[in-house]
Structure formats: C-alpha cells, structure tokens
C-alpha cells in the first residue's frame, strides 16, 4: 500500500504511515500554541499506533517545546546531560565537524538505567546537515512478535541488568573519542543500575514487546555478563531488523516524538562536515512490568 492510499485523517490531524513497522507523519497541527485535550489524545493515539510520529515545519521555542512535553506528562531530567551549566530539562545535541562521537549512536532506548526509564522524548531540529544525520527507529513489539513461541518461553520472566557505565562516567567509551555534547564523566558520577523484564507489556497497550538495547543491558539477573552476552547480543541485533524499522529525514523545525517503552532508536553517524543541533526533551515514565 503507499504512502497516499494509507493517509487518513484522525479528528483535526492527518496521519500518514511512513513503513509497514513504524512511524507516520503527522500534519494539521501547530504544536506552538497550547493544544485542545482532543487534540492531545488524538496525537497521543497516533503514538500508540505507530510508535514514533514526526511533525514538520514546527516553530518551538524552549517554552513551548517544554509546554508540548508537559501535555504528555512531566519532564524528565536526564541525570547524566546534567552537567550544572544549562536548563536540566533540556539537552542540546550538538554535533560538529571533526566528532568521532555522537549522541546515541548505538541501537538504544533512552536512559533504561533508571528503575523509572522515560516514556518518551520529543527531539526537534535546530540545525540539519543538506544530507545525513537520519535517525533510524525500531518497532520491539514486532521485535517480540517475531520470536519464535521457544524462545518467548525462555524470555518469560527473564530479568536485565541496565548500566549507564557505557555511556557516561570516567571509563565511558565517549571520554575516549571527541563529542561535542557533554555528558558527565567527573570522578564524582556513579554507575546507576537496574533491573527491568527482557519482555515488558506496554502499560497503555497491554502488547509485549522486548525491552534489551545496546547502550544500557549488561546481562541476565542470575547470571554473569559473559554468561549472558551471547543470547543479549543476539536479542539486541534482532530488535533492529530491516523489517522492523523506519528511518527519519530531518529539516529544520521537523520533531519527533517517539514512545520509548516500545521503541529502540539509533542517530546514524554519518555527518562529518556539516552541524547537526538537536533539542530534546524527555517525559517522565513507570516502573517497567
Ligand atoms: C538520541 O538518541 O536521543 C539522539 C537521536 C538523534 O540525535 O537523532
């Protein structure tokens, strides 16, 4: 089915998938003025549907992309962005030419070292390359509906560890490169762990999906890393399958806002010449079941 045939009008929006997996377009809505509850529910239901929804041409000051996230739920301060120097409810992703690191560049959900990870982040572009600098999004309910009936018995009750140790902090493979977003790695940060379902059920939903992502898990509960990269490794790879995916092409004042509890998400590190500025904002999530 194409893209046209596929466009329906949801209420005052139309919403128009981008793949099979995931992701649609959205149009109809100016996202700087404060949103009618109808409105709201019609874009939170897009985001049930399809996982990760983008908007274009939007014009969001700070202001109004932190009253956006707010209609969504409260906004999550990321404990590692917080370097004490900007708005903690902010992050600025900032790339410039000459970064052998980015933010992000993994397959990944956000920030699931926290018992409480995010439930989903509104990223809007500042500065985009002509070309390049794509973000590329995974479907892990698809990820979990694919698993074979064996495997799904396995994973049942299967708990993973979550370590922001890769990703921040003194050791952190982003010290050992060049990356123009600041994360902490002062000698005071310390590692934040936990423990979450390797099948969590999406608490609006109800549908399973799988919940291990390469920046964060580190192993089964129960067993040791080495123990359980082999079966983590495999089930993180298979999370981003062709067919689970959609990739997103950003111009300026374009946002997307994904549902990170079903969603795994990767920025292609491609852009080596030009800048690529971001303004994410993150909204608070639950425990994860
Ligand atoms: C992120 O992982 O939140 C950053 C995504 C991007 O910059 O495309």
Redesign the pocket.
Known sequence: MGLQSSRRRAGALTVAPLTTALGAEISGVDLAVPLTDAVIAEIRAALLDHCVIFFRDQQLDVAAHKRLARAFGDIFIHPNFNTGDHDPEVVT?TRNPGDTK???EEW?T?TTMMAEPPMG?L?YALDVPPYG?D?LFANQYLAYEGLSEGMKTLLAGLKCIHSDRKVAGPNAPVTRGKRSTPVRTDGAWRETRSSHPVVRTHPETGRKCLFVNHSYAIGFEGMSEAESQPLLDWLMDWGHRPEFTCRFRWQVGSLAFWDNRCVK?L?LHDVHDHRRV?R?VQIAGDRVR
């Open positions: 992703i980015i933010v992000g990944h956000d982040a990223l600098g973000t998400h920025a971001m994410r």
